[in-house]
């Protein structure tokens, strides 16, 4: 089989658009997830916490408290299975469910009901990010070489004055600054 340029540039084009399209849907992802983790200062990626106040109508003692106090409290709350309680003080009790709290000050008749729930989308897309999955730290391996493969061949897809040895080399070098940058810039502090 004779290697054309034609045939070689033909070959380029296919392989770009094919992965392209393939790995279209964990770029997105991937890019969500990397968007969410950046900020994960400014809110938790991976969960939503709901916090309600509520009121009771009479102030208890610790010893008043059983298990019919602690079902009935979380009436209040809608959760009708508790995993276990305790007393943090004597005035207070809280109580677990499944991914969430409740926590009651039985002097003041108040309480604060904490619910933990998996946000969804970005809760998935960042354990893949993470590679928390046993074995995907293969899969992520394989995909950023192909990352690498998409780049190499879309540099090459466009000839003549927005081709790579034109107008594309001048973007290239442009690409180096804000890395370059950003290195320089830790080097300084």
Same mark, same amino acid.
């Given at each position: 089989?004779?290697?054309?340029?034609?045939?070689?540039?033909?070959?380029? #084009?296919?392989?770009?658009? *094919?992965?392209?399209?393939?790995?279209?849907?964990?770029?997105?992802?991937? &890019?969500?997830?990397?968007?969410? =983790?950046?900020?994960? +200062? *400014? !809110?938790? $990626? +991976? @969960?939503?916490?709901?916090?309600?106040?509520?009121? @009771?109508?009479?102030?208890?003692?610790? /010893? %008043?408290?059983?298990?019919?106090?602690?079902? /009935?409290?979380?009436?209040?709350?809608? /959760?009708?299975?508790?995993?276990?309680? +305790? @007393?943090?003080?004597? +005035? %207070?009790?809280?109580?677990?469910? *499944?991914?969430?709290? =409740?926590?009651?000050? =039985?002097?003041?008749?108040?309480?604060?009901? /904490?619910? #933990?729930?998996?946000? $969804?989308? @970005?809760? %998935?897309?960042?354990?893949?990010?993470?590679?928390?999955?046993?074995? !995907?730290? !293969?899969?992520? *391996?394989?995909?950023?070489?192909?990352?690498? &493969?998409?780049?190499?061949?879309?540099?090459?897809? =466009?000839?003549?004055?927005?081709?790579?040895?034109?107008?594309?080399?001048?973007?290239?070098?442009?690409?180096?600054?804000? $890395?370059?940058?950003?290195?320089?810039? %830790?080097?300084?502090?």
């Amino acid at each position: 089989m004779e290697w054309s340029a034609k045939k070689v540039r033909r070959l380029n #084009v296919a392989l770009h658009r *094919d992965l392209g399209y393939f790995f279209s849907s964990l770029i997105v992802i991937y &890019c969500l997830s990397g968007i969410a =983790l950046n900020h994960v +200062d *400014d !809110w938790n $990626p +991976d @969960f939503i916490i709901t916090k309600e106040k509520i009121t @009771f109508t009479k102030t208890y003692s610790k /010893e %008043q408290i059983t298990k019919n106090e602690i079902n /009935e409290f979380g009436k209040l709350v809608g /959760e009708e299975k508790y995993k276990v309680f +305790d @007393f943090p003080t004597n +005035d %207070q009790v809280k109580i677990y469910y *499944d991914n969430a709290s =409740l926590h009651l000050h =039985l002097n003041n008749k108040i309480g604060v009901y /904490e619910k #933990v729930s998996k946000r $969804p989308i @970005f809760y %998935q897309s960042n354990v893949l990010h993470r590679n928390s999955l046993k074995g !995907w730290k !293969w899969a992520a *391996d394989v995909f950023a070489f192909m990352l690498i &493969c998409i780049t190499i061949t879309g540099l090459f897809v =466009l000839k003549g004055k927005y081709g790579i040895t034109r107008r594309g080399k001048w973007f290239i070098a442009a690409g180096f600054l804000p $890395p370059l940058i950003a290195i320089i810039i %830790q080097a300084l502090i």
